[in-house]
């Protein structure tokens, strides 16, 4: 695993100079937002209190669309990253009240591990683009779960 990290910060590291070195100036992208835990790795149920941060930021700017991408996994089930996208706007429209013309769902493709990326964007600020880090025929599909969202509760 640290290997593959290794390897894919030294590519980035390399894609960032190469912009630069042109005499381009790199495009910048809006910044996610940051928590010291950010959701890689991690079912929907443990990502909620992050989700309902991301809900409070959104709500006290009603100016800003929330982009969310998803990434699916090196272990993967089909579809993961469209189905974790569902599952966070059922919540977000849901919980908070957030509409889904508000957010912008964006399957990124896979990663070492699934992942969902959030950002706050500005009407004037630069949309956020995924980058996938993993081929699909790198990617082992396992079994989808039976609640991919959680458990629904009981009426």
């Known amino acids: 695993m640290f290997i593959v990290r290794k390897i894919i910060f030294t590519c980035l590291v390399g894609m960032a100079m190469l912009g630069t070195a042109s005499g381009q100036e790199p495009t910048p992208t809006p910044k996610p937002i940051r928590d010291d835990f950010d959701g890689d790795g991690v079912p929907f149920q443990l990502d909620k209190p992050r989700l309902n941060r991301f809900a409070e930021e959104l709500k006290s700017n009603k100016a800003a669309e929330g982009y969310i991408i998803a990434y699916g996994g090196l ?81």
């Open 75 to 155: 272990v993967s089930y089909k579809n993961e990253a469209r189905i974790r996208l569902e599952c966070i706007a059922n919540h977000l429209k849901t919980a908070h009240g957030i509409p889904r013309s508000r957010l912008k769902l964006i399957d990124g493709g896979y990663r070492t591990e699934i992942g969902v990326k959030l950002f706050v964007v500005e009407p004037d600020d630069p949309r956020p683009e995924p980058y996938s880090l993993v081929n699909i025929e790198a990617v082992q599909m396992r079994k989808a779960p039976k609640y991919p969202c959680g458990k629904p509760a009981v009426k």
